[in-house]
């Protein structure tokens, strides 16, 4: 019997359009997802090298007494700081993308979903032969994100531009689903497209 490459394909979206929903969808109909934003906690977690570099080029304040990262602290650095932020992600990138590498050897399926918010921001489209974006409108978004996370629109809307517009988003993507019309729409989409590749 002949095994099945893995087809491994990146999942991203802007805050608040649902990109998780989508994920867990997938997973749902029997796909490895691999959660870059898990894999990001695992890659800083007390004590790692990772963590040690960080404290090194952000300072003692980014780490909390207990010796976990103070997210909080490193959020509000990296906000407004377009080279803090680069600095940032080129120490944590490197060891996403290994950590990911030793998830994808050990997945169990032949589809592998990588579901990271920073995608393409952070250049790790490049290693995706196809991508997914799951798209909402910019007032979507922001109404969702005011609701969720109880922010002002101020707040939310400072908080979206830190990530590529959507519909810059959508120009990366080799398949887009769109969720901003309920549930059974999104799910339907989902369905179709995790049957396109099981053929």
Known sequence: MQIKEKRIVGLTGGIATGKSLVS??????????????????????????????????????VILPDGNLNRKKLREIIISDKEKRELLNSITHPAIIERENELVNQADSNLIIVDAALLIESGSHKRFKEIIVVYAPFEVQLKRLMERDKMSREDAERFIKTQMDIEEKKKYATYIIDNSDGIEYTRKQVKELYETFQT
């Not at 796909?31 to 570099?53: H, M, N, Q, T």
């Not at 960080?54 to 304040?61: A, H, N, S, T, W």
């Open 24 to 61: 867990s969808m997938f997973e749902q109909l029997g796909a490895f997802v691999i959660d870059a934003d898990r894999v990001a906690r695992e890659v800083v977690s007390k004590g790692s090298p990772v963590l040690k570099e960080i404290e090194k080029y952000f300072g003692k304040d």
